[in-house]
């Protein structure tokens, strides 16, 4: 009930193509979605975030999709760039408390 | 711009030891969390901390943990008697008001435990 499942595990794309990586959850308590960007012995970054009373939020290159019938929701990131090359979490967070819920993480390669 | 801090970066410890993990939150932030990454896996809540004392703890979290703000600025997390499974990166993390829900993460200690 309190997970949240995110794929994919791993990505390969292109410069200049688009990322995309979807996360699914159940408890619709989940009052925040944030993204997190994680470099290799960094710690989390946040990136983007939304709240489930809007579809699309967009910053920049990064947009996020939310489908709160689905339990959806998903990050795009435009014109990848090999800078990008990351790990991307997904997270919920539940209000009790405020303690985020991650997801597996997307490994992002972008070649150039 | 603000950030958490975390100290030591690295830490090195035999099992049965104590650890004390330190970190300077974001200043006049009042939610303050701690948060671990076992290598190559997702991040785990461990407990968050409000008004100097624990708001909510996770199953991992038990009596072998504990966390104090001991002054104004610091957040420190114990661990009494460390296992080898307590091997992992421990990120700190706080937030200003419940209601702006953005957590900022500090860069993590690793912690290693031979």
């Known amino acids: 009930q309190q997970q949240v499942k995110q794929s994919p595990q791993s990505l390969i794309v292109q410069k200049g193509g688009i990322s995309i990586i979807n996360c699914a959850y159940e408890?619709?308590?989940?009052?925040?979605f944030p993204w997190y960007q994680q470099f290799p012995g960094k710690g989390p970054a946040l990136l983007i975030a939304?709240?489930?009373?809007?579809s699309e939020k967009k910053e920049g290159r990064f947009t996020i999709s939310f489908n709160k019938s689905a339990k959806q929701f998903s990050l795009h990131i435009m014109d990848s760039q090999p800078g990008d090359s990351a790990t991307y979490f997904c997270?919920?967070?539940?209000?009790?408390?405020?303690?985020?819920?991650f997801g597996q993480g997307t490994e992002l390669s972008v070649k150039p | 711009e603000p950030e958490v801090t975390q100290t030591p970066s690295h830490q090195v410890t035999q099992m049965g030891q104590e650890v004390i993990l330190r970190c300077v939150p974001i200043?006049?932030?009042?939610?303050f969390y701690w948060y671990r990454q076992i290598l190559g896996q997702k991040v785990e809540f461990l407990v968050s901390?409000?008004?100097?004392?624990?708001?909510?703890k996770s199953e991992i979290f038990d009596d072998q943990f504990s966390v104090e703000r001991p002054d104004g600025s610091n957040f420190t997390l114990k661990i009494r008697s460390t296992k080898l499974e307590d091997s992992a990166m421990y990120f700190c993390?706080?937030?200003?008001?419940?209601?702006?829900?953005?957590?900022?993460f500090g860069p993590g200690t690793r912690l290693t435990v031979t």
């Open positions: 993390a706080s937030s200003g008001y419940r209601v702006s829900y953005e957590q900022y």
């Open positions: 408890n619709t308590a989940f009052d925040y």
């Open positions: 939304i709240r489930p009373d809007v």
């Open positions: 997270a919920a967070r539940l209000d009790q408390g405020g303690k985020l819920i």
């Open positions: 200043s006049n932030h009042l939610y």
């Open positions: 901390f409000y008004n100097n004392e624990i708001s909510e």
